[in-house]
C-alpha cells in the first residue's frame, strides 16, 4: 500500500498595488477593466502562491465630485472580499507657476503618502515574518528604496515588481533596475490578459440592504445619453 505524499506547503504572499500609478498606466485606457475583483485576479496570476493579502494603496480624489462617487463604489466593492485592504492616503493643494508669459500662480491636486504607506506596509511585514514572496504593483522610482532594503536585510523574501503598462507603451519603461544594482528582485510588465475575464458582478451586495453598483462609464458598451 503506497503512502500519500505529504502536501507541499505554498509560499504565503502578499500584494501592494500602488492604485494610482496602475490607474494612469493601465485603467484609464480601458474604462471597461476598471470593475476588477483584485482577489481573484491575483488569484489567478500567482496559482502556486497562497495570496493572504491584496493591498491597495489609494486616496479619495476630492476635486471631481462624480470620479470619488464611482471611486467610493469601488472602494466599497472591493473590501467586500476578506483579503483585500484598503490603504488611503490624501490629495493635497499644490501651487505651480504657468510657464508661459503670463507666470500666473494656481493649484493643482497633488496625491500624498501613497508611496510612504507602501514602503512602510511592506517592510513592516518583511521584518515581521508576515509572507515569504511580495508582489509589487507599479511603476514608481519611488519604492525603489524600500524594495533595495527588503533585497538587501531580508533574503528570504522573494520579491517581484510587476511594472503596470499597456503593450504601446512598454518600450519607453524599464524592467532592468534592480538587475544592474545586482539584486535578486524580479521586475517584468504586469500581465494584461486576465484582466476583463476577472470583474466583479454589476451589483455586489455590501450590507442587507446595500449594493455597490457598476458605474454605467465603466461597462463595456456605456449608454451615452445626449442632452436635450
Avoid at 490624501?90 to 493643482?108: G, M
Avoid at 508582489?135 to 503596470?164: C, M, R
Wanted: proline letters at 6%; glycine letters at 4%; one cysteine or more.
Amino acid at each position: 500500500m503506497s503512502e500519500t505524499p505529504p502536501e507541499i506547503r505554498k509560499r504565503t504572499a502578499i500584494v501592494y498595488i500602488d492604485g494610482y500609478n496602475w490607474y494612469h498606466a493601465i485603467f484609464r485606457h480601458y474604462p471597461e477593466w476598471k470593475w476588477l475583483n483584485l482577489q481573484s485576479f491575483f488569484h489567478a496570476l500567482r496559482p502556486d502562491e497562497e495570496i493572504i493579502s491584496v493591498k491597495m494603496f489609494s486616496a479619495y480624489i476630492d476635486h471631481d465630485a462624480d470620479a470619488r462617487e464611482r471611486q467610493d463604489r469601488y472602494f466599497k466593492a472591493i473590501l467586500t472580499f476578506p483579503k483585500v485592504k484598503l490603504i488611503l492616503g490624501v490629495f493635497q493643494p499644490r501651487e505651480v507657476t504657468c510657464r508661459a508669459d503670463c507666470k500666473r500662480k494656481y493649484s493643482v491636486p497633488e496625491e500624498k503618502k501613497t508611496d510612504v504607506n507602501l514602503a512602510v506596509e511592506m517592510i513592516s511585514d518583511a521584518v515581521t515574518g508576515q509572507c515569504d514572496s511580495i508582489f509589487v504593483v507599479s511603476g514608481d522610482a519611488d519604492i525603489q528604496p524600500a524594495v533595495e532594503w527588503i533585497a538587501n536585510h531580508k533574503k528570504d523574501v522573494k520579491i517581484t515588481i510587476y511594472v503596470p503598462a499597456i503593450p504601446a507603451e512598454q518600450s519607453a519603461r524599464r524592467t532592468d533596475y534592480y538587475r544592474t544594482k545586482g539584486l535578486a528582485v524580479e521586475c517584468k510588465f504586469l500581465p494584461l490578459g486576465g484582466i476583463k475575464d476577472h470583474q466583479m458582478k454589476n451589483m455586489v451586495k455590501i450590507s442587507d440592504e446595500k449594493f455597490a453598483v457598476r458605474p454605467h462609464v465603466w461597462q463595456k458598451h456605456p449608454i451615452i445619453l445626449a442632452a436635450q
